[in-house]
């Protein structure tokens, strides 16, 4: 069989569960917007469907969706250039969800290891969408034929799986129909840690509000979580190997690293030998020149949330030009009896 070439095409997304954290802009949004540009098609998405595996309050998942749509753009996302849509919108992304629940076998599902953290003791109360998350993100990711994904070091075993699926459907049905899609976890900080315990990853369902940087967060409270980010008493290092061992030292390197777009090297050459009372103001400093401009641009674009709904709107046709062929094409495959 010839191998088939694909469009480069990127899609990536995130879920509207809360209010979106230095981690999602640093691990994924800041990300999004590099990829932005004449190399791939860009596609990217606010997952409501995937939020609603735990519990949503309907009115905040309205609200969550519009202002995370607010912050791709004010981060640098251009819905002319990228298509930008939430998740219900374009349909296809369930249809084609339930063909992969079919392709994906327990025991992968069983491995996941983001479920059981999520679930955590209280599993045979989780919902039956939490366990079947990862089927749909494929879905999300194959459905546009995507290429490339990027995303957080925590998505990995996800796209794991999505490259499984790949594997498994194209052979069943004698095709070389789905890509092998590639993750794409890079930058200094694809995990931005929770600033009260090196060891979690900053999330935006942590319940201490102090653990994370949240983007809608002003100057004020940036540069209170960052002086009370939990540190060690030791000096910073010059090189990274002093770094071993001090994942809190680590973690508020990783996020000065990647907001001044330099290495981690770069960074230790400047601070290194510094205390960290003399560091965090320097971090909180930059945190605020950075996330500032964008926070007070999605404050403004909140203003006009019908404007935010259009672009939505218009996301969703631009998105199932492409996904309907797909979705028809692999029922066609599968044989799924077509409309006449
Ligand atoms: N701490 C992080 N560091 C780096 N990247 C991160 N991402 C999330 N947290 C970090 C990346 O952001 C993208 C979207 O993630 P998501 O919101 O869909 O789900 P998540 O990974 O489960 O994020 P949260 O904040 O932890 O959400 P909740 O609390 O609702 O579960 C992904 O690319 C992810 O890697």
């Known amino acids: 069989m010839t191998e088939t070439t ?8 995130i879920q509207p569960s809360g209010g979106l954290t230095l981690g999602n802009y640093l691990g994924a949004i800041k990300r999004f917007v590099d990829m932005q540009g004449d190399t791939f098609e860009t596609i990217y998405c606010m997952v409501d469907l995937h939020a609603i595996t735990v519990w949503q309050n309907p009115a905040d998942l309205i609200h969550n969706t519009r202002e995370l749509c607010a912050g ?7 819905p002319e250039k990228s298509i930008l849509i939430n998740q219900s919108q374009v349909p296809e992304h369930a ?4 063909i992969f629940n079919c392709v994906a076998r327990m ?3 069983q491995r996941m290891t983001q479920f059981k953290d999520k679930a955590g003791k209280n599993a045979q109360n989780a919902s039956l969408g939490l366990f079947g998350y ?6 999300d990711i194959l459905v546009y034929h995507a290429t490339h994904v990027p995303v957080g070091e925590d998505q990995k075993q996800h796209l794991e799986l999505t490259r499984d699926i790949a594997a498994k459907f194209n052979p069943d049905y004698g095709v070389d129909f789905f890509p092998m899609t590639e993750p794409v976890i890079e930058g200094a900080a694809t995990r931005v840690m929770s600033l009260r315990d090196g060891s979690k990853k900053m999330s935006k369902s942590d319940p201490s509000d102090a653990s994370r940087i949240n983007m809608t967060d002003d100057a004020d409270a940036i540069a209170r979580k960052i002086r009370k980010a939990k540190t060690d008493p030791d000096a910073l290092p010059s090189e990274v190997k002093g770094l071993e061992g001090r994942p809190e030292a680590r973690n508020l390197i990783n996020i000065y690293a990647a907001l001044s777009d330099q290495s981690v090297d770069q960074v230790l050459a400047e601070v290194g030998g510094k205390q960290f009372g003399a560091f965090k103001p320097m971090l909180a400093e930059l945190a605020v020149s950075k996330l500032g401009p964008i926070s007070s641009e999605m404050a403004r674009l909140m203003n006009d949330p019908a404007e935010i709904d259009r672009i939505l709107s218009r996301g969703s046709l631009r998105a199932r030009e492409i996904t309907a062929p797909i ?5 066609d495959i599968v044989g799924m009896v077509a409309p006449v």
């Open 6 to 13: 694909f469009t480069p095409r990127v899609f990536s997304g």
């Open 72 to 78: 791709f753009i004010a981060a640098g996302i251009d």
């Open 134 to 139: 990862p089927a749909l993100m494929a879905a």
């Open 95 to 98: 249809q084609l969800g339930w």
């Open 327 to 331: 979705l028809r094409k692999t029922y």
């Open 107 to 109: 025991g992968w599902m």
